[in-house]
């Protein structure tokens, strides 16, 4: 497990369309991964199924093992021409992944991909013709650090007749995506303040569909996440072993389970007062734990801000300046962690169960639930202990 690669993409549509007209689809397994990124001709229902058809086709046919002529020239001829402007009903960029890290990348009529790297390497485009269609084909060795970036047309167009005459141009789009890849972690972030950008220069108006794709290849960070006291109190002594013997950056969600750190590891639990919010308990300080916070309610406040993170394209869900449990483990889980072990006790607390419900009914079990589905949507690897 040497590389993490962090895939995440992000859009808007057209003002007043229901259905955007950029589509991604992606393929990831042990062998490798395929991703294609297509931009439909026009907007809503027709662009929509036209970047579907693309990116349906392409991620198939790659994932059967065909070529990549094969694969362009099947869309090619599968996808009818625009009889008026010449064009083809959608354009593409194919970025195919070996489980050696080799990176081949083939554009057509998309704006050209973005690559960022500590390291300073060139890269060679080669024009080649495939079923009459222009092709641009390069090749990266991803290594640690590196960063591809893909975006619709509809970024480079973003502001013009608006807040910029011209648009945003490619080099102005590169150095801001550079900055973004240099603040940020995770490829969701980055995506969500590039596509926010876009927005504000349509004037929340968007011209044309915009779409941003980002992989970063990053270091596997894990977060081992202990939530709740085991059923049996005699297992009280094998969860604090799991805790003191981690290496993983770590986490405790509840009071209790903080209570049995401190008292099975001999250590002194220490509340934050100042870090508490009108609606966020504070959190507290144990040493060799990288956060320890309340249970249900800061469970709950993050399953909010990550439920917003994955449905919202531009939403800023938490200021960099935050200091509260909610802040803070919503920041652990979205930007810094990309594999995750949740040690769940199953020891129900009376407190957590609505008395309108059946008793089976666990308010805590089904926020944890609700919180790895969303965090499974965004590629995080979770594993999930039952104790």
């Known amino acids: 497990m040497k590389y993490f690669f962090d895939i995440n993409y992000k859009s808007i549509n057209k003002y007043t369309e229901e259905l955007c007209g950029d589509k991604v689809e992606y393929f990831y397994d042990d062998e490798g991964i395929i991703i294609v990124m297509s931009d439909g001709l026009g907007s809503g229902v027709k662009a929509n199924i036209l970047a579907t058809m ?10 059967e093992g065909a070529s990549i002529d094969d694969t362009i020239e099947t869309i090619i001829n599968t996808l009818p021409e625009c009889k008026v402007r010449k064009l083809a009903y ?20 998309n704006p050209p991909y973005f690559f960022y790297s500590n390291r300073i390497i060139p890269i060679e485009k080669k024009e080649r013709t495939i079923g009459n269609k222009k092709i641009y084909e390069s090749n990266i060795q991803l290594e640690m650090g590196d960063t591809l970036c893909v975006v619709s047309d509809g970024a480079i167009h973003a502001g013009i007749g608006q807040m910029l005459n011209l648009g945003w141009s490619w080099d102005e789009i590169y150095e801001y995506l550079r900055e973004l890849n240099y603040i940020n972690n995770s490829s969701q972030l980055i995506n969500g303040n590039f596509i926010g950008v876009c927005n504000n220069l349509y004037n929340n108006k968007p011209g044309d569909d915009t779409t941003i794709l980002t992989l970063k290849v990053r270091k596997p960070e894990i977060l081992d996440v202990f939530i709740g006291p085991p059923q049996d109190k005699n297992n009280d002594v094998y969860l604090s072993e799991i805790m003191k013997t981690s290496p993983n950056i770590k986490i405790i969600c509840g009071g209790t389970t903080a209570l049995i750190a401190e008292r099975e590891l001999g250590l002194t639990l220490e509340v934050d007062m100042d870090s508490m919010k009108e609606d966020v308990p504070p959190i507290a300080y144990i040493e060799g734990f990288d956060l320890v916070t309340e249970g249900v ?28 449990g909610c802040s803070l483990l919503t920041n652990l889980l979205t930007d810094v962690g990309t594999h995750m072990n949740f040690y769940l006790g199953n020891a129900v607390n009376p407190a957590h169960q609505n008395p309108n419900f059946p008793a089976d009914f666990n308010i805590k079990k089904n926020i944890i639930n609700n919180l790895i589905a969303e965090l499974k949507k965004t590629g995080k690897k979770i594993e999930v202990i039952h104790i």
């Open 54 to 63: 693309t990116t349906k086709i392409a991620v198939t046919m790659l994932k």
């Open 90 to 109: 959608s354009t593409f960029t194919i970025i195919k992944i070996d489980k050696y890290n080799n990176a081949y990348i083939a554009e057509y009529d």
């Open 297 to 324: 309610l800061t469970l709950g406040k993050t399953l909010e801000n990550i439920k917003r993170l994955n449905n919202s394209n531009y939403e800023n869900v938490i200021d960099s300046n935050d200091y509260d």
